[in-house]
T-cell receptor, first 112, second 112 residues
Framework: QKEVEQNSGPLSVPEGAIASLNCTYSDRGSQSFFWYRQYSGKSPELIMS????GDKEDGRFTAQLNKASQYVSLLIRDSQPSDSATYLC????????????FGKGTKLSVIP | DADVTQTPRNRITKTGKRIMLECSQTKGHDRMYWYRQDPGLGLRLIYYSFDVKDINKGEISDGYSVSRQAQAKFSLSLESAIPNQTALYFC???????????FGPGTRLTVT
């Protein structure tokens, strides 16, 4: 069973701080990696995708990928209360697959 | 705006009833997916379709069936609903050459 592991949290950070969310995956063939944000009772919203080792920045969000360590992370700079949500990590199921395996999510709470 | 819509948004049904959840999209995407989300279990893939003539089972297809009526429409049926099918159901779409999936607003289904 290919798995995606995330710390369920809750992760609490003060407003303005950096939030760091982590994800590990078991399938070495996975090639594409995504972060989704899900507010309570709402649908997952794609916020970042990353395909190669290193960092990818988009506004206050930075995704980091290390395939050798099978590790993906999401950094949120200058965290805002509106960032309070559950963050889902998703990875493709092996080489060439378009199916995604999702982690169970990390709940982030940004304290004003 | 190109979008993914789901009907109904909420449904309460009784054990043994047949129900259908519908998904429509105006994104022009070829690929469509059905997921269910349960507290503590995350998002799990039920069925997916890469075009009108291509339908595939996901990891938890037992008790479900699907129909791809057109490129833009993908329906999920519960032939005989049971209480452990109570969950939040999401439809998602992706481009034929892309890995990013975009989710509809979800259907909250309760089976009593």
């Amino acid at each position: 069973q290919k798995e995606v592991e995330q710390n369920s949290g809750p992760l609490s950070v003060p407003e303005g701080a950096i939030a760091s969310l982590n994800c590990t995956y078991s399938d070495r063939g996975s090639q594409s990696f995504f972060w989704y944000r899900q507010y309570s009772g709402k649908s997952p919203e794609l916020i970042m995708s990353i395909y190669s080792n290193g960092d990818k920045e988009d506004g206050r969000f930075t995704a980091q990928l290390n395939k050798a360590s099978q590790y993906v992370s999401l950094l949120i700079r200058d965290s805002q209360p509106s960032d309070s949500a559950t963050y889902l990590c998703a990875v493709t199921r092996g080489a060439g697959s378009y199916q995604l395996t999702f982690g169970k999510g990390t709940k982030l709470s940004v304290i004003p | 705006d190109a979008d993914v819509t789901q009907t109904p948004r909420n449904r309460i049904t009784k054990t043994g009833k047949r129900i259908m959840l519908e998904c429509s999209q105006t994104k022009g995407h070829d690929r469509m997916y059905w997921y269910r989300q349960d507290p503590g279990l995350g998002l799990r893939l039920i069925y997916y379709s890469f075009d009108v003539k291509d339908i595939n089972k996901g990891e938890i297809s037992d008790g479900y069936s699907v129909s791809r009526q057109a490129q833009a429409k993908f329906s999920l049926s519960l032939e005989s609903a049971i209480p452990n099918q109570t969950a939040l159901y999401f439809c998602a779409t992706s481009e034929s050459r892309g890995f990013e999936q975009y989710f509809g607003p979800g259907t909250r289904l309760t089976v009593t």
